[in-house]
C-alpha cells in the first residue's frame, strides 16, 4: 500500500521474560474504581464505574523523562493496576472475562486536573484533561503466569519520596473481570487493548522536576521525572 506519508509506528509495550512486545490497540481507563478516592473527588460512591480513553500513543512504556504538559496549572498523579488484553470480544461475562488478559502492568494516568474539572462542570468531554501527549506512563506488562492474577496487593506511589497514594487492589470496587465484561458491553474489546483499572486515593498536584515513583506488589514498579 502507498501511503500519502509514512504512518506512524505501532505502540509497544515491552513483555517482562520476551523478546517480543505487545502490540498496542487502544487504551480504556475506569474513572471511578476505588471508594476513598471517589470520596476525595466529590463523587458517589454507589455508582457505577464509567469509561474514558487515551490515545495510545499518549503512552510511555517505561517510563523516564515526561515532560509538564502544557494548558494547566494543576497536573495530578494518579497509580493505577493496568491490565492487557491478548483476546477480545464483545459481552464478555465475568465468569470468562479473565480468559482474555494477557498480563498486567502498573501505570500513571497523568491528568490536568484543572482542565477534567472544568469539564465535568460544562458537561464536556474529558479528552483534554486525560488524554494529554505522554499521559500514560507504563511498566513492562507481566504475562498472565498459570492463571494467577492480581486481586489483592499494595499499590502505591511516592513524589520525591513521600508516599501519597497506598491502596491495595482488593479495594476495587469493581474487579478485572467485572471492568472488562462491563466494558465489553459498550464496545468489542480486542487484543491489543490496555484497561487502565482505576485509582486509589491521594491524587495529588505534581510539578517539573518531581521525580515520581510507583509500584504494586507482583506487577511491578514504574518511574517518572517531569521536565
Ligand atoms: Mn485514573
Known amino acids: 500500500m502507498n501511503y500519502v506519508f509514512p504512518p506512524a509506528a505501532q505502540v509497544?509495550?515491552?513483555?517482562?521474560?520476551l523478546a517480543a512486545v505487545f502490540p498496542v490497540r487502544r487504551v480504556y481507563c475506569v474513572g471511578q474504581n476505588y471508594s476513598a478516592h471517589i470520596a476525595e473527588m466529590g463523587g458517589d460512591t454507589?455508582?457505577?464505574p464509567f469509561f474514558f480513553s487515551k490515545p495510545a500513543d499518549a503512552l510511555v512504556p517505561g517510563g523516564g523523562d515526561v515532560a509538564y504538559p502544557p494548558m494547566?496549572?494543576?497536573?495530578?498523579?494518579?497509580?493505577?493496576l493496568v491490565v492487557a488484553l491478548g483476546k477480545g470480544g464483545a459481552n464478555i461475562p465475568p465468569g470468562q472475562a479473565l480468559d482474555c488478559v494477557f498480563?498486567?502492568?502498573i501505570g500513571f494516568d497523568l491528568t490536568r486536573?484543572?482542565?477534567?474539572?472544568?469539564?465535568k462542570e460544562k458537561k464536556q468531554p474529558w479528552e483534554?484533561?486525560?488524554g494529554g501527549d505522554q499521559g500514560g506512563p507504563i511498566s513492562a506488562l507481566v504475562p498472565v503466569a498459570g492463571g494467577a492474577h492480581p486481586a489483592k496487593g499494595a499499590i502505591w506511589l511516592k513524589v520525591n519520596g513521600d508516599l501519597r497514594q497506598r491502596g491495595d487492589l482488593a479495594q476495587m470496587t469493581w474487579s478485572v473481570a467485572e471492568v472488562i465484561s462491563r466494558l465489553?458491553?459498550?464496545?468489542?474489546?480486542?487484543?491489543?487493548?490496555l484497561i487502565f483499572t482505576g485509582t486509589p486515593a491521594g491524587v495529588s498536584k505534581i510539578v517539573r522536576g518531581?521525580?515520581?515513583e510507583g509500584g504494586i506488589d507482583g506487577v511491578g514498579e514504574l518511574k517518572i521525572r517531569l521536565v
Do not use: W
Open 210 to 212: 518531581d521525580v515520581l
Open 46 to 48: 454507589r455508582e457505577p
Open 113 to 119: 486536573r484543572d482542565l477534567q474539572a472544568l469539564a
Open 72 to 80: 494547566t496549572d494543576n497536573f495530578h498523579h494518579e497509580v493505577e
Open 128 to 130: 483534554m484533561g486525560k
Open 184 to 193: 465489553s458491553n459498550y464496545i468489542c474489546l480486542a487484543p491489543g487493548d
Open 103 to 105: 498480563g498486567y502492568a
Open 12 to 17: 509497544v509495550v515491552p513483555v517482562v521474560g
